[in-house]
């Protein structure tokens, strides 16, 4: 069967992300061995801000080009549905969940790796990180499932990731562990791993740094040993040994905890970049230079290091142990036509409510 594959993406200007605009095609005809994947519902978080940020970096932009090349489309994690195929490794009506674009709908060429997962071949995408043109075959239709997936299970990935990282080294030998952007899901589920892992006795210290108005919500977690506002930053001990764990990229308050506490700053990642418009070139600090955690080289590490189904194992089991305990964060499902420019843009200016997890549907 034929069907019109017109399609609409949102997109936004590369050099200003508070620009957005949306682009429209119509007419495209599927080639042999290409399907139309249509989008039902994607998450959107402050991760979509670090993808904006690094798109030319970690070559973001590339998995879904926009029509010109100032314009980028950011990507998104959730379900979308095959509906048409000129493909023998996909079926029309079978649902997937991965990584799309902010878009109605994505040409893919398809290529089944097992009963329950296929891979994008579109040449564009073959030298691009594999763990992102992986799509997960979803056999039953259950919304609310589907809206924890879209939300939690990319970033548990990153939480786990991180926080073994952490442990296997022993927390770099730091006697606290501080987390900037600490009301940030990832940052939120690295640290319950972490401190879950530590213990309340722990000697290890997990401090989460925060702005003023998410000072309350982020202690009332109980993932923190400690949490203190940006403005109190200089309340915490210097003297001791520290890890950095910086999920805002905020430029500043990264200046501001190297500066407190000099060469104590025994191990410095840069994990999320949330406050895009500090973003830039950074001075010679004391202590340990900043790295950039990348994890889908971390995944392959640890999957080498302990096996992939273990490591997959280990994912899962904690996404199932999440969704049992929960977060104290209320689910909003909204339509991508009345709220879409809205919710992005929170993100954008970094006001979007830590208390909300968002998912959108068109």
Not at 270 to 276: E, K, S
Request: with cysteine; hydrophobic share 40%.
């Amino acid at each position: 069967m034929s069907h019109s594959t017109t399609y609409k993406q949102m997109t936004v200007n590369k050099a200003n992300f508070s620009q957005v605009s949306w682009e429209e095609s119509d007419s495209i005809a599927l080639g042999e061995g290409e399907a139309s994947f249509t989008l039902e519902r994607f998450a959107l978080t402050a991760n979509n801000v670090t993808y904006a940020v690094l798109g030319n970096m970690i070559r973001y932009w590339q998995f879904f080009p926009a029509q010109t090349e100032s314009q980028g489309i950011i990507p998104v994690w959730g379900v979308a549905k095959c509906t048409e195929s000129h493909s023998d490794q996909v079926k029309e009506g079978e649902r997937f969940f991965g990584f799309w674009p902010m878009a109605t709908k994505l040409i893919m060429r398809p290529k089944r790796v097992t009963n329950d997962a296929l891979v994008d071949t579109a040449e564009h995408r073959k030298d691009l990180p594999p763990n992102y043109n992986y799509y997960e075959v979803l056999t039953e239709n259950n919304p609310d499932v589907e809206n924890l997936m879209s939300v939690y299970k990319p970033l548990y990935a990153t939480a786990y990731l991180l926080a073994h990282q952490i442990i296997a080294n022993d927390c770099y030998q730091a006697e606290q562990v501080i987390f900037t952007s600490a009301s940030s899901k990832t940052a939120l589920l690295c640290a319950q791993i972490l401190k879950a892992h530590l213990g309340e006795n722990s000697q290890v210290s997990v401090i989460g740094a925060t702005s003023n108005r998410n000072t309350q919500f982020v202690e009332g977690t109980g993932f923190y040993h400690n949490v203190v506002a940006y403005d109190d930053l200089s309340s915490i001990n210097s003297n001791a040994k520290t890890a950095l764990i910086d999920f805002s990229g905020n430029k500043d308050t990264l200046i501001r905890v190297h500066q407190h506490h000099q060469e104590n700053v025994v191990f410095s990642t840069l994990v999320g970049i949330t406050d895009w418009q500090s973003n830039g070139r950074l001075p010679d600090l004391p202590g340990a230079t900043p790295e950039m955690f990348f994890a889908p080289a971390v995944y392959q590490a640890v999957a080498k290091q302990i096996g992939l189904d273990t490591l997959q194992a280990n994912i899962g089991k904690g996404l199932i142990n999440l969704v049992k305990t929960g977060l104290p964060i209320q689910m909003e499902v909204l339509s991508v036509a009345d709220n879409l420019e809205t919710r992005y843009l929170d993100f954008v200016a970094g006001n979007a409510d830590a208390t909300k997890a968002t998912v959108l549907y068109w």
